[in-house]
């Protein structure tokens, strides 16, 4: 699990790494799983990060919560 942005400036959100699953799928290697909140995206991350420097969506904190307590 890694943090991502989409846009400058915007929130990061957590999304997928390679050999991790993503709503019943293994990301494949290269590739990044879409953001845990359901956020739409295309393309390409402009960025990744470990930590979320404060800026973390939330929605995709509860949903990463939730999938660690299931
Ligand atoms: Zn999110």
Redesign the pocket.
Known sequence: MIYAQIKSGR????VCEAGEEDRGSIVRYGYLGA?????HMEGNYRMTINVPLGN??????L?YTRRTHQ
């Open positions: 929130k990061l959100h957590l953001p845990l909140c359901g956020q973390a969506c939330k929605k995709c904190r949903a």
